[in-house]
C-alpha cells in the first residue's frame, strides 16, 4: 500500500556561519565556506560551528579558540548571534513557503527544515518540488541538500547519504527521492549517527557492536523495551522509519508596525506625514531583509476628540489617568502590486491623508503593514529607455491625485462599438489597474484609442467633386486634401440613437497628419485625426 503522506528535509550546510558572515563580504567576495571560519558561544568561548575550509586544516567543533589558532593561524573567529540567526532562518522559510505550505525549521538544528511533500501530483510531482526547494537552498549554500521520504528521519538522513536512490541523482547534491515504504530498507545501512537519541543510548549500542540504524532495527522490540526502556523502544521505531514527527503549517507574517506618539497633538496632517514616511522606511527595510512586499498598509491616527465628561489627562483621586477622550480611526491603502519601496508607498498614503478630514487633533500615530507578499525578482535596466519602473509610475501618479483629485489619471481602452466616438473610452487608472490585476492580465494587449477626436464634430465646408472631398473650409482656411480613403458606411442604433454616416480618412501635406471627416443628413463634419 503506498503512503499517502510524503515529507521533504531540506537541509543547508554550516547555516549559522552563512548568517552571521551574511553582510560582512562584497559579491565577488569567495563563498564563506571556503574561508577558515569559527562561531564560538558560551562564557567559556568553544567552537561551535566551523567551514569546510576551517575542518580541513583539523579545526573541530568543541575545541577552545586557542588550540583551534594552533591549528589554523589564519582561523576567523566570530561571535554566534541567535538574533542573527533567527532572522536568516525566518527569511528561509519565507523562501520554502514559495513552493509549499508546511514549512518547520529545526530548532536544534539551524538550517534544517521538515517540508510537506504531499498533494503535490498535479504540480509536478516530488522531483520538481525536490529540484524547486534546492534551487532556493543553494542562494544560500552551493551544496544544499534535499531528501524526499514518508518519514523525517530518512528524509534527513537521505541529505547525508551519497548514495543515489534514484536516477536524477547522479551528484552528491541532488535530490534523492526514497520511493513509498522504502524507509525501512534505505535506513538499513545509514549510521547511527542519524537516529536521534540520547549519548548515553548511543554509546551502549556501539559497545554491543551495533554501528548501523538496521543493526538496531533488527533487535526484538520487547527486549529493546525491557533493557532501554521507552526512550529505547522510541529510537527503534525511528531505526524502522516509523516517525511520528510532521512539518506544519507555518506563519511568516509578524505584528510589523510602527507606532508614535506626539509630543503635541496636532490639527493638521503635515506633522502625520513627517511620521509615516519615516515609519514607512523602517517597516520597508525589514520587508526587504525578509524577502517580502508590503500590499496593503494601514495608518491609524489617535484623535484627542474630548469627548468624556472628564478631560483626557486628568488625574484622579486613585492616581488613574482618564483617556476616555481619545479614541482611533484607521485606513488603508492598497498598491495596485505589491511594493517594498518607500516612497511609492508614501505617495499613496499621503494622498490618502490629503482628503483626510480631522475631526480633532491628532495624539499619535500607528502604521502597519497589513497584508505582504513575496518579494519580486524583477529587476530593470536604467540604460534601456524602454524600460520603466511600475512603482515611479504609481507613485506620479498618486501625486497627480493628490494635486488634481480622484479621477484625473486615467488611460484608453477599446469598446465594442462602431462609431468612432463610441468606440473608445477613458477608464480610471486605478480602478482599471486593481480589476486586470485580479485577472493576471496587465492590459498590454488591449487596444488603445489611435485617433483625437474632439468633444463636439465641427461642421465645415467641403468641396466633393464626384462625391470625393477635395478641399477643407475649416474655421476660414481653406485646405487642400492630397488623399481621401472612403467612404465608410456605418449606421444602427435605431432603438436608442440611430445614425447613418459616410466616413472619409483624409490626407493633407499642409495639416502634416490625417484627419477624420464624416457626412451625415445635415451636412459634412470633421470629427478628429489620427496619431
Known amino acids: ?21 551574511q553582510g560582512r563580504s562584497a559579491p565577488q567576495d569567495p563563498h564563506w565556506d571556503t574561508l577558515p571560519i569559527a562561531l564560538v558561544h558560551g562564557k567559556r568561548p568553544l567552537l561551535r560551528a566551523v567551514t569546510s575550509a576551517a575542518a580541513k ?38 523562501a520554502f513557503l514559495s513552493a509549499s505550505p508546511q514549512v518547520s525549521p529545526m530548532i536544534d538544528m539551524p538550517g534544517t527544515w521538515w517540508i510537506g511533500a504531499g498533494g503535490f501530483e498535479t504540480m509536478g510531482g516530488e522531483p520538481l518540488l525536490a529540484r524547486t526547494l534546492l534551487a532556493l537552498a543553494n542562494a544560500w549554500h552551493p551544496n544544499a541538500r534535499v531528501g524526499v521520504a514518508d518519514s523525517c528521519v530518512a528524509a534527513r538522513a537521505a541529505t547525508w547519504s551519497t ?19 522504502g524507509c525501512a530498507a534505505y535506513l538499513a545501512c545509514a549510521p547511527l549517527a542519524l537516529i536521534p537519541m540520547e549519548e548515553e543510548f548511543r554509546e551502549s549500542l556501539s559497545s554491543l557492536g551495533l554501528r548501523t540504524a538496521g543493526a538496531l532495527a533488527a533487535l526484538e522490540p520487547g527486549e529493546v523495551e525491557r533493557r532501554w526502556g521507552a526512550a529505547g523502544l522510541e529510537c527503534w521505531r525511528l531505526a524502522n522509519g516509523d516517525d511520528p514527527r510532521r512539518p506544519v503549517l507555518a506563519r511568516t507574517d509578524t505584528s510589523r ?46 484623535l484627542d476628540d474630548a469627548r468624556s465628561a472628564i478631560p483626557a489627562g486628568v488625574v484622579s483621586s486613585n492616581g488613574a489617568r482618564h483617556n476616555e477622550a481619545l479614541h482611533t480611526v484607521t485606513r488603508e491603502v492598497r498598491p495596485t502590486k505589491p511594493v517594498a519601496r518607500v516612497a511609492p508607498l508614501f505617495e499613496r498614503c499621503r494622498a490618502m491623508l490629503d482628503q483626510w478630514t480631522l475631526t480633532a487633533p491628532v495624539s499619535a500615530v500607528t502604521v502597519t503593514v497589513t497584508a505582504t507578499a513575496p518579494l519580486g525578482a524583477e529587476q530593470g535596466d536604467l540604460l534601456a529607455a524602454a524600460w520603466r519602473d511600475p512603482a515611479a509610475a504609481d507613485a506620479a ?26 468606440s473608445g473610452a477613458w477608464v480610471d487608472v486605478t480602478d482599471d489597474r486593481r480589476q486586470t490585476a485580479d485577472s493576471g492580465w496587465d492590459g498590454g494587449g488591449q487596444t488603445a484609442v489611435s485617433s483625437r477626436l474632439l468633444d463636439n464634430p465641427e461642421q465645415v465646408d467641403i468641396d466633393a467633386p464626384r462625391g470625393t472631398p ?62
Not at 268 to 295: K, N, S, Y
Not at 397 to 422: I, N
Not at 521 to 530: A, C, F, K, N, V
Request: charged fraction near 25%.
Open 397 to 422: 501618479f498618486e501625486r497627480l491625485r493628490a494635486t488634481l483629485g480622484a479621477g484625473s489619471v486615467v488611460r484608453p481602452v477599446a469598446r465594442d462599438e462602431y462609431r468612432p466616438e463610441k
Open 470 to 531: 477635395r478641399i477643407l473650409w475649416w474655421r476660414g482656411r481653406r485646405v487642400v486634401i492630397t488623399r481621401s480613403l472612403g467612404p465608410e458606411r456605418l449606421s444602427g442604433d435605431w432603438w436608442k440613437d440611430s445614425y447613418a454616416r459616410e466616413y472619409w480618412r483624409c490626407e493633407s501635406d499642409e495639416l502634416a497628419r490625417d484627419f477624420l471627416l464624416y457626412r451625415d443628413g445635415t451636412g459634412w463634419r470633421l470629427q478628429g485625426w489620427y496619431d
Open 163 to 181: 548514495r543515489p536512490v534514484n536516477r536524477d541523482a547522479s551528484t552528491n547534491n541532488q535530490p534523492r527521492i526514497i520511493p513509498p515504504n
Open 57 to 94: 586544516v583539523h579545526v573541530r567543533t568543541g575545541m577552545s579558540v586557542p588550540e583551534a589558532k594552533s591549528r589554523c593561524a589564519a582561523l576567523e573567529v566570530l561571535a554566534w548571534d541567535s538574533a542573527v540567526i533567527a532572522r536568516e532562518l525566518a527569511r528561509a522559510s519565507a
Open 257 to 302: 508596525f510602527v507606532s508614535t506618539e506626539l509630543a503635541m497633538s496636532a490639527a493638521t496632517m503635515e506633522p502625520v506625514l513627517f511620521i509615516v514616511r519615516a515609519a514607512l522606511g523602517q517597516l520597508v527595510d525589514a520587508l526587504v531583509h525578509d524577502g517580502r512586499a508590503a500590499a496593503a498598509v494601514a495608518i491609524t491616527l489617535t
Open 1 to 21: 500500500m503506498t503512503s499517502k503522506w510524503r515529507v521533504a528535509c531540506v537541509r543547508i550546510p554550516r547555516f549559522p556561519i552563512g548568517a552571521v558572515w
